[in-house]
Structures are given as C-alpha cells and as structure tokens.
C-alpha cells in the first residue's frame, strides 16, 4: 500500500496530485471480497434484507465577511453556526450532532453483540468544512467506524461529486473530476484500506443523465474510476426488455448505456424505490417492507430482495429527532435474524458467491432511450441524435433529455441560466487554460483552480432558487476565472 496522503496542502483539501495511485487502490480492490466474510451472514438463511443510506451535505459559501466579492470562502454551516438568529440556522448545532452520531451509535450497537449496517455519503464541502470550523470530532468519529476493524465491516462509504454537482447539467470532464477528486480527499482522509471499500456510488440529487450520450459518459466515469454499482431512482429508469416500469426493484440491475457513436457502458445498478426519503429512512421503513418479502429466483438461484432507501441524514425534524431512536431499535430487532440489515456491497458479494454475474442482472436504460432508438441507430452520431431528440421534444411536451431525479417535478437547467452560463464559462476556461496545457494536477495553481470549480458547481446554487444562492454560485464561478487568468 502506497504512504499516507496529507489531507491537507495549504488550505487546500488534498483533491489532487495523486491520481495514479487512488485509480491503482481502486482497480487493485476490485475482485477483492472486503464485506461478506466480515458481516457474519448466512445468505441461505436470509429471507429478504434492508439498506439505508445517508446523505450528508453543506456547501461551501462566499459568505466570510460582508463583501460578497471578498468574502472568505466557508462552510454553509459555519455561517449557519456563526448566525444562529437567522431563519432555522439554530439548527447548525443538531446538524453537527447528525454528522457524527452514526461514530457513536455503532460502537454502541456493536458493544451490545448486535449487527448494524448502515451506508454513508458525504461531500468533500462538508468534510472540508468540519475540518476548517474546527469539528475535528466528527471526523474523529467517523474514523472510529471507518478504519477500526471492530466497526468498519458495518460501514459502506458511497462515493460521490466532490462538490455535490448533478451530472445532467455538470460538463462530462468535470464530472470525472469531481469523483476522482472525491475518491482522493477520502482516502487522505481515512486511508487506503478505507478507499478499497467504497465500492458503490451516490449520484448527487439522485439524478441521472438521460441524454445517450451524457448517460454514457456517466457511466463510464463511474467504471473507470474503479466502482462497482450505482445507486438509482426507481422512476429514472425503464426496463430494456419492454420499455416498462421496474417489476422487481429490490433485485440488482445492470444500467446499460448507449452512446451515439455506438459504444456503450454498464454498471450494476442498486434501486432506491419511490417515497417520502427522510420519513421512509427516519421511522427505518426498508426493514419494515422487507419483513413482508420472500425469497425469489433469479437466474436459477434463489435470493432474498434487498429494500434501498437513500435520505438526507440531517435535514428535517423526522431525521434529527426520530431516526436516533427508530435506527437503534430496528438495529437491536433485526440482528440474528433472517431479516437483517445489510449493506449493498455485502449483499453482491454474497450474490456473486452464489454464482451469479452481473450479466445475470435484469437490463435497465434511462427514460427515453426506447424512444430515441426507435427512430436511429446507435453509430448515427451525435448530429442525427440532436435531430431526433428535437424531433421528440416537438412532439411529445413530457419528453425531455434533462435527467432525472429524486424528483419527477425538477429540472436542473430551466431558469437557471444566469448561473449555468458563468458555470459553463468558468468550465470552458478552465479545460484551456489548465487540462488542455497539462499543468501538473499536484500544482498549487491546478489545486486551486479545480477547488473552486468543483465549489461552484454545487447543486444548491440552483435547488435554492433565484436570489443570494444564484449569487454566490455566480461569485465562486468568477473567482475560478480570475484564479486562473491570474496564474495564465
């Protein structure tokens, strides 16, 4: 294993400069059997099981001072903390709380003789931020459950956007970027052998490209940067065999993704099905629905379902003040049991132990893609594809290529122009000025410059609507341009 990376360079996080060695860590663990063995399992005697995911995030802000043009670059919860008087920021404290709290209720839950699971996703803003505001015990807690090998084998880290950026709307080489860098900050900070184990990925906003050629890339991304399976939105998908709703969503599918240049791209698919996310996580609902689930055959073997539900771990009173309660109960009800938790690198594992394969895994593709290939053939190219799809817009006002998302009701692009132009300008001069040349990734100027563009791209500076949030997105976009004409 190669030495420990510093997880901070100036007051950088370590986001680059090192990518030779994360892609060999990951491409090295790739065959390696890390869950399975340690959770205890007898999959022959599991009937059906449960995986949760939380989802942590905070942006980083231009709201260090009180000239947005000068303002230091922080942590939304440090603003939050630091002006508690200010709409709900009271709640910055809680939101600590549900940061680390998972370091403490495992080694708690593990102490009793019980068996808990639980999968975990955090942005590099948010771990940035903990590190600069001080909040080194979160950090030191999840530590606890991510490295001690008493706790890890209940821990899944997902990986994820550095920046938390929505891939529909996020340019194709920046994307790449973000989860390589994420996989780099995550490794300098809980190491190699942590690295090894994330093995799955968490799109941020649940949202996947549905434009072929966008969706191809994505999941290209995610293989070449060594993951194994992707989390999904049960409604952003549709069967490939008939075009039609999921039929069995608590089994594996493979997202199979065609370009038009022809080629194409698979990756395992894990399904998150449809719901309320907080109250479905909070009051631990996968457990519940998995308790009425059997076994089922999949390719001549017999399998338990896996119920998958993703949620915020922090946002709303249900998982700030329900889910403590509700987590520790089902993890004490569910331990020994043939119902158990599980998490979803374990549970393909124990599948692929049985003798499937991925090629086993029913074929999913994202909406539209019967609709686009009905009317072309893949290897037509881009410039027929763009044709096509205004043919279908002009057509059908529900057909789209915006993506899809934790939200049917939600794009990533209409009305946000005036943030999207600086993203992608701020995008353009970058691949110029800094890809295209070839600066040195472990340069302070390419550290700097890919920081701030990542930073930018976050997806609050849309979700949040029009006003400040717009204006702070806008702001990093232009210090990004200025960082990098500074350094030209």
């Known amino acids: ?118 999968m975990l996703e955090y942005s590099g803003t948010l771990l940035h931020g903990l590190r600069k505001m001080g909040e080194h015990h979160v950090i030191d807690a999840l530590k606890t459950i991510t490295c001690n090998p008493d706790y890890n084998w209940t821990t899944e880290w997902l990986g994820m956007p550095w920046g938390h950026a929505v891939a529909p709307s996020t340019p194709e080489q920046d994307f790449r970027l973000h989860v390589r860098a994420f996989q780099h900050h995550f490794a300098a900070i809980f190491g190699w052998e942590a690295l ?28 070449d940067c060594g993951f194994q399976w992707v989390l999904i939105q049960e409604h952003t998908v549709q069967q490939v065999s008939n075009g039609g709703n999921l039929e069995r969503p608590h089994l594996p599918h493979r997202l199979v993704c065609t370009n038009s240049k022809g080629e194409t791209a698979s990756i395992i698919a894990i399904i998150k099905t449809q719901g309320s996310d907080t109250k479905l996580v909070a009051q631990m609902q996968p457990w519940y629905e998995a308790q009425g689930l059997q076994r089922v055959e999949l390719a001549g073997h017999s399998i338990p379902p896996l119920v998958t539900q993703i949620a915020d771990g922090e946002n709303g009173g249900v998982m700030m003040n329900e889910f403590p309660g509700k987590f520790m109960e089902v993890a004490r009800n569910s331990s020994h049991t043939d119902v158990p938790m599980m998490n979803a690198s374990e549970y393909l594992e124990h599948l692929f132990g049985l003798g499937l394969k991925e090629t086993d895994f029913p074929a999913v593709a994202p909406l539209f893609h019967d609709r686009i290939w009905a009317r072309m053939r893949p290897g037509d190219g881009p410039e027929v594809l763009a044709k096509v799809i205004a043919e279908l817009k002009q057509e059908d006002g529900r057909f789209h290529m915006e993506g899809g998302s934790w939200t049917s009701n939600l794009s990533w692009v209409q009305g946000y122009d005036n943030v999207l132009g600086p993203m992608e300008e701020a995008s353009a001069l970058f691949y110029e000025k800094v890809l295209k040349p070839g600066i040195s990734t472990d340069s302070p100027h390419y550290r700097n410059a890919l920081f701030h563009l990542m930073a930018s791209q976050t997806s609050c500076f849309r979700y949040w609507g029009q006003g400040q949030w717009t204006d702070y997105g806008r702001e990093i976009c232009r210090r990004v341009q200025e960082i990098i004409r500074h350094a030209s």
């Open 1 to 118: 294993m190669f030495n420990p990376l510093p997880e901070t360079i100036g007051d950088l996080p370590n986001i680059s400069g090192q990518e030779d060695q994360v892609a060999a860590v990951v491409t090295g663990a790739a065959a390696k059997p890390l869950f399975a063995a340690r959770g205890g399992l007898d999959i022959g005697q599991v009937r059906a099981a449960a995986a949760i995911a939380l989802h942590q995030h905070q942006p980083l802000i231009p709201a260090g001072g009180h000239d947005l043009q000068s303002a230091a670059l922080i942590s939304n919860l440090q603003y939050m903390m630091e002006n508690q008087g200010i709409g709900d920021n009271y709640n910055a404290p809680a939101f600590v709380w549900c940061y680390r709290r998972m370091g403490e209720f495992i080694p708690q839950l593990v102490g009793e003789g019980k068996s808990p699971r639980v």
């Open 196 to 223: 090894e184990r994330v093995r799955g990925f968490s799109p941020s906003e649940m949202a996947l490209p549905n434009h072929p050629d966008l969706a191809y890339s994505f999941v290209k991304t995610l293989v």
